[in-house]
């Protein structure tokens, strides 16, 4: 079975530019997250999505970050602008039944 | 608000030296207690999800326990490969299915 699929793997950009990840879920999982990591600290939910659907932004910093979720398979998940404190990890995980979480490799995001 | 503490925030251990890591949780109608293991430039691996004060799971070396305010991860006579970030999760009773992490044992084991 593959994986979760993320692309870049990697992002350098100034601040107040913007930046857009790529997630691929596993085939057939209708729940996708996007988590944010920033280092020494956990996973923080950022999104959810059933579906083409969003379940829960409560955390996401609407006046900077979108995402959506194309037909219900892929996301993108956008910053405009970045600012430093959004260097992290971007994970993106996806789920069939809500308990099953496989999460991909992530996007490391470094703003300067 | 959901909240995860996790104990130590470190660890090094010797191969073979027997221990445990702590996770306290603090959850409105828990659903799922989540265990997960971060290799360096990796994501979260899944390792056990516990439902019920009382339940017990194992994996090779690793067992997790539950009780109703925490869960330990026993790892039993280590080896160097399990040196890894160890991550504790919770699933609320709200509609969202998120899980609230804490920020993790960072665990060596050196040969």
């Known amino acids: 079975e593959a994986g979760v699929a993320q692309s870049p793997r990697y992002k350098i950009i100034e601040k107040r530019q913007s930046v857009a990840f790529w997630c691929n879920p596993i085939s057939g999982h209708a729940t996708l997250y996007w988590y944010q990591q920033i280092l020494g600290q956990g996973p923080k939910l950022l999104i959810q999505?059933?579906?083409?659907?969003?379940?829960?932004d409560s955390q996401l910093p609407k006046d900077r970050f979108s995402a959506e979720r194309l037909k219900g398979v892929d996301s993108t998940l956008k910053i405009q602008p970045a600012k430093l404190e959004d260097s992290a990890v971007y994970l993106c995980?996806?789920?069939?039944?809500?308990?099953?979480?496989?999460f991909g490799s992530g996007t490391r995001l470094t703003v300067v | 608000e959901d909240q995860v503490t996790q104990s130590p925030e470190a660890l090094r251990l010797q191969e073979g030296e027997s221990s445990s890591l702590n996770c306290s949780y603090t959850v409105s109608g828990l659903r799922g207690l989540f265990w997960y293991r971060q290799d360096p430039g990796k994501g979260p691996e899944f390792l056990f999800t516990l439902y019920s004060a009382g339940e017990e799971k194992e994996k090779e070396r690793l067992k997790a326990t539950l009780t109703k305010k925490e869960s330990f991860l026993h790892i039993t006579a280590p080896k160097p490969e399990d040196s890894a970030t160890y991550l504790c999760a919770v699933q609320g009773g709200g509609g969202a299915d998120g899980l609230t992490f804490g920020k993790g044992t960072h665990l060596i084991i050196q040969p």
């Open positions: 995980a996806s789920s069939e039944d809500h308990y099953g979480y496989t």
């Open positions: 999505f059933q579906n083409n659907g969003v379940v829960d």
